[in-house]
């Protein structure tokens, strides 16, 4: 170990790379301490009345002097999760049978796990590697798997779970999608049509009927004797099928937006489109009623019937449960996790998403999302901002939005119906932009009773920072306006600089920063004459340039903190702008995009990783203090009132607890401290997070608040 040090050392010397080996450093002096690694074991869960301080033991390993103990609100279902499988790779199929999971990668093949024990799988054997598969059906004994070009290959599952090669069915066209009805094999082959197969014998398969050759058949479902048909995109066809050989053609579902994917259950038909989930009831199967449209989905791409439930895996928000009994949104159900494929028992269910590995979750210990409130708009809330008691909303579906948050129920009303993307604030006046549709302004003196001062529909923005009389406007790929609106009614642009993709953009007093894709932080000055100066750019050397992305940015007192991709928070003194200065980088979970200063805490928003909350008191050594796993964030975040308001694009705007700290920390030993915790603000299960300069760890559901 300590030779590779010191020719790490050496190489990243010799390279000039100081920040890279500082970077190095700390990943390799974490290694070295790793036999004190800081962990923390599952106390009895407490009960406890809300405003009762507890004082409680925690066993575990490595704590320090250095170690900080906070309370943060359960909102996801970490507890459920009762086994894991390491999985690399994305997994987009999966089929269970007895004891035995079959499961199919993206990059190929097909993978058997045994399950019998759910809480340590066992890898059995793979099947038909560099083969791609997209769908498993079982029939019996048998699977078949469609392999895309290579048509459809037939499989038999021996009594060990192990499986035998029968035969592979070949065909000109693209297999997608299978299902068996009585001894036949129905194959959605794309532009080739449906084919359908004789397999009851399946050493010898035989074509029997080419149907609706011509358009494109992507997915089917079959209910009751009957198939249900996607063609040409939004076209359900319905076959009636009294002789599976010759299904019957007997009436047609159009839909509004393009099918992503549909599953029947319980003579229920749920159709995920661009535009949301439909439900219809089949009881009339050749003419569906329409009973229901949930709206507030991301990309709901995949359904998964269950026994009694439809799960369905959504991109922006995870995992979400349909109850078909209730026209409210369906459950969200956190776990951390892009499910792809999931598989269910009468009391597990397996998931396997990207790069996640395969979860095994108890169903009886999952439970909706604990948070202290749901804003829904029916949108895709992109930013916030809240004055006194009223939220404002740039929706990207809704336009600009106002509600009284002390009014129980209210309803959202507009104030613009043009796309919303961000706000910029300078003294009583809300700047909105909102995109390709223009800017808007509003004066926010009463802020329950905004007034429109002015819109701009010929200028694009989708970051605005305000800088004197002067209006930025980063207009992504499109680069920076600096715009004149000293006469608010008749903007002027005074300079532009072309060339340069925005991701986001500050300013304090003459100075602007910007984040940009390619070339990092940049930092001008508004001359005298209304030009944009260069004064400096700031890259990050190696390593870190290969993972960092400066996407968000703030500058507080000479200081930015900048949202940086995959590297992290980064941090740089600007104070001299020619010559800004690195002054820290701290890793945090999930790629960071956007950032918000409160006090002397920074709250970091990332993708797959959600709110990470540092400590900047010092901004050379700063601090993760807490995680807060949260799916689909976009970049709107604020703190008011002991409370995170963030949001969540279709999820709407989302509020939970600011993390409270504990009152005293007590180190006994490296294996033992004795804190004191006071009560949160709002009741419900919290989960104890332990951090240290190096590392962090959480102790599941400690304590319950009533």
Request: aromatic content about 8%; charged content about 20%.
């Amino acid at each position: 170990m300590r030779r590779l040090l010191v020719a790490i050392t050496i190489l990243l010397i010799c390279g000039g790379g100081v920040l890279a080996l500082i970077w190095f450093g700390n990943y390799f002096m974490t290694y070295a301490a790793s036999k004190h690694h800081l962990s923390v074991e599952k106390g009895a869960p407490q009960l406890l009345p809300l405003g009762a301080k507890t004082i409680l033991d925690l066993q575990g390993s490595g704590f320090d002097r250095e170690t900080s103990v906070s309370l943060i609100m359960d909102v996801d279902n970490s507890e459920a999760v009762i086994g894991t499988f390491p999985l690399e790779g994305i997994y987009n199929e999966s089929i269970l049978h007895d004891d035995f999971l079959y499961l199919a990668p993206e990059e190929g093949g097909v993978e058997v796990l045994n399950v019998k024990n759910p809480r340590q799988p066992q890898f059995l054997k793979e099947y038909l590697v560099g083969r791609s598969i997209n769908d498993i059906q079982r029939s019996g004994n048998y699977l078949y798997l469609s392999c895309g070009k290579l048509g459809v290959s037939i499989m038999e599952i021996q009594q060990d779970g192990l499986l035998s090669h029968i035969t592979d069915i070949s065909m000109e066209s693209i297999a997608r999608q299978c299902l068996f009805v009585d001894g036949f094999l129905y194959v959605a082959a794309g532009s080739g049509g449906l084919l359908v197969y004789d397999v009851r014998q399946p050493e010898q398969v035989e074509l029997v009927r080419v149907l609706r050759y011509g358009p494109f058949i992507s997915q089917m479902t079959i209910s009751e004797g009957y198939l249900y048909l996607v063609v040409s995109g939004n076209l359900i066809e319905i076959y009636q099928l009294t002789e599976p050989q010759l299904p019957l053609l007997v009436g047609s579902l159009p839909l509004p937006a393009t099918i992503f994917d549909l599953v029947t259950s319980q003579q229920q038909l749920y159709v995920a489109t661009k535009k949301g989930i439909f439900l219809y009831d089949l009881a009339n199967a050749k003419h569906p009623e329409m009973l229901h449209q949930w709206t507030g989905f991301g990309a709901a791409r995949k359904f998964f019937a269950g026994r009694g439930n439809v799960y369905v895996s959504d991109s922006y928000s995870g995992l979400r449960i349909i109850d078909s009994k209730k026209e409210a949104s369906p459950d969200y159900i956190d776990l951390n996790i892009d499910p792809r494929t999931i598989t269910e028992t009468s009391d597990y269910l397996f998931l396997a998403g990207s790069n996640k590995g395969l979860l095994i979750v108890d169903k009886n210990a999952l439970s909706s999302r604990q948070v202290v409130r749901t804003i829904n708009t029916l949108g895709s809330v992109h930013d916030l901002y809240i004055l006194d008691h009223w939220l404002y909303v740039a929706d990207a579906r809704g336009g600009v939005l106002l509600q009284d948050l002390d009014a129980e129920g209210a309803e959202f009303i507009t104030l613009s119906s043009h796309w919303g993307e961000s706000f910029s604030i300078d003294q009583e006046l809300l700047f909105v932009a909102q995109s390709k549709e223009g800017i808007g302004v509003f004066n926010i003196s009463d802020p329950g009773k905004p007034a429109s001062v002015a819109f701009w529909p010929d200028l694009t923005a989708m970051r605005l920072s305000v800088a004197g009389d002067y209006l930025l406007a980063s207009k992504g790929i499109g680069g920076v306006d600096l715009i004149d609106i000293s006469d608010i009614q008749h903007p002027i642009i005074k300079d532009t600089l072309p060339n340069i993709h925005t991701l986001d953009i500050s300013s304090e007093g003459h100075l602007v920063y910007i984040a940009s894709k390619d070339e990092g932080l940049l930092i001008y000055e508004i001359t005298d004459d209304a030009k944009l100066n260069r004064l400096s750019s700031l890259s990050t050397p190696f390593p870190m340039n290969h993972f960092d992305l400066a996407v968000g940015l703030q500058v507080q007192d000479g200081i930015a903190y900048i949202a940086n991709g995959r590297s992290g928070l980064l941090i740089v003194d600007v104070r001299e702008p020619a010559e800004p200065k690195i002054l820290s980088s701290i890793g945090v979970h999930g790629i960071c995009k956007a950032i918000r200063l409160v006090a002397n805490k920074a709250f970091v928003v990332s993708h797959h990783g959600g709110i990470n909350i540092v400590n900047i008191e010092n901004p050379e050594k700063p601090v993760l203090l807490n995680s807060i796993f949260m799916p689909g964030l976009s970049r709107g975040l604020q703190v008011v009132d002991d409370f995170i308001y963030v949001t969540q694009k279709e999820m709407g705007v989302t509020v939970v607890p600011v993390p409270v700290a504990a009152e005293t920390v007590k180190l006994l030993s490296r294996q033992r401290m004795q804190i004191v915790l006071p009560s949160p603000k709002f009741p419900g299960r919290y989960n104890l997070q332990i951090v240290n300069q190096r590392e962090s760890a959480v102790s599941d559901g400690v304590v319950t608040y009533q």
